[in-house]
């Protein structure tokens, strides 16, 4: 069994901050790129930021400049770092890892299963 679960959604007003947690468990070797999607209501998912694992970042236009994608290679977890936050930041946050290579031999691609980010006064 291999999992990732995300933490640290809640309601914050606009311009705050919240840091949201992404870990992996289960029998891992490695993950190539680890990734932050979001989904509003009635929209579809979109990337909002993704990191190799090499240390090379992506950024969505829409949260460019206030949101910071990182990672633990060691523990297999990555972060999302969310600042001056926008009511239109209001979705379901989701963790994905591409290329996850594992013990017994698997490639996989993995997502977990979402953390509401509501910004709202």
């Known amino acids: 069994q291999v999992t990732l679960v995300e933490s640290g959604g809640g309601l914050v007003q606009p311009g705050g901050s919240l840091r949201l947690s992404c870990l992996s468990s289960g029998n891992i070797l490695s993950i190539n790129s680890m990734g932050w999607y979001r989904q509003a209501p009635g929209k579809e998912r979109e990337l909002v930021a993704r990191?190799?694992?090499?240390?090379?970042?992506a950024y969505a236009d829409s949260v460019k400049g206030r949101f910071t994608i990182s990672r633990d290679n060691a523990r297999n977890t990555a972060y999302l770092e969310m600042n001056s936050l926008k009511p239109e930041d209001t979705a379901v946050y989701y963790c994905n890892a591409m290329e996850v290579r594992t013990t017994f031999g698997a490639l996989l691609q993995l997502w977990g299963q979402g953390t509401l980010v509501t910004v709202s006064s």
């Open positions: 990191i190799s694992s090499g240390s090379t970042t």
